[in-house]
């Protein structure tokens, strides 16, 4: 099966800008949840979808939103840029629990 | 909520030697537990997991155990190679319960293995 596939893989933005990432989770994975992989602050959970319904979500600003669509693809959205939101985004998938991650969309905010 | 602790952040070890990470949660609800590898520039790589009826797993040169009443669990890789150089993460998650497939995660630990 392919793996998780996350679009774009790079991006640039300026200070105030808003952008959306995407993610294809593998064949069959109804769960994705996204994180947030800085130096300083390590892997962090941002939020997980199920069958297009946010599950949980982790302790970030309401600028951090996200959606899944029927066919599972995801998406999130980060409004308002700030330069602390300069980061690794890795998108998962997961089945009975097991999670599996995409390659990430490096994002550099300047 | 959970709180993941991992030691050491680096470890340098030599070709053959074995290598052991350790973690600490603080969530006793916390039933699953996966290991990630990250070489650099790649995405975190599922290694192996336990899940809390479980003592130890194995699976080739890496092991899991899981001691749930001091809440610790920790990763064993025994004859190591330089390929086993990169970031290694545990986690922790209340799965499948109503907290779905929320990992969090420990500061991770830095491996180099020397040859």
């Known amino acids: 099966k392919a793996g998780v596939t996350q679009t774009p893989r790079y991006l640039i933005k300026t200070r105030g800008q808003q952008v959306t990432l995407s993610c294809s989770p593998i064949?069959?994975?109804?769960?994705v949840s996204w994180y947030q992989q800085t130096p300083g602050q390590g892997l962090q959970f941002l939020f997980e979808?199920?069958?297009?319904?946010?599950?949980n979500k982790g302790n970030f600003p309401g600028r951090f939103s996200g959606r899944q669509f029927s066919n599972s693809r995801s998406e999130m959205n980060v409004s308002t840029l700030e330069l602390g939101d300069s980061a690794l985004y890795l998108c998962?998938?997961?089945?009975?629990?097991?999670?599996?991650f995409g390659p990430g969309t490096r994002l550099t905010v300047t | 909520g959970e709180n993941v602790e991992q030691h050491p952040s680096t470890l340098s070890v030599q070709e053959g030697d074995s290598a052991v990470i350790k973690c600490t949660y603080s969530?006793?609800?916390?039933?699953?537990f996966p290991w990630y590898k990250q070489e650099l520039g790649k995405r975190p790589q599922l290694i192996i997991d336990?899940?809390?009826?479980?003592g130890e797993k194995k699976d080739q040169r890496i092991a899991v155990t899981l001691n749930k009443t001091a809440k610790h669990f920790s990763l064993h890789i025994t004859e190591t190679q330089p390929e086993d150089s990169a970031v290694y993460f545990c986690?922790?998650?209340?799965?499948?319960?109503?907290?779905?497939?929320?990992?969090?995660f420990g500061g991770g630990t830095r491996v180099l293995v020397k040859p």
């Open positions: 336990i899940r809390s009826n479980v």
């Open positions: 064949s069959g994975h109804r769960s």
């Open positions: 979808y199920f069958s297009e319904t946010q599950r």
């Open positions: 998962a998938s997961s089945l009975e629990g097991q999670v599996h």
């Open positions: 969530d006793s609800a916390s039933n699953y």
């Open positions: 986690a922790a998650s209340n799965h499948p319960k109503a907290a779905g497939n929320k990992l969090t």
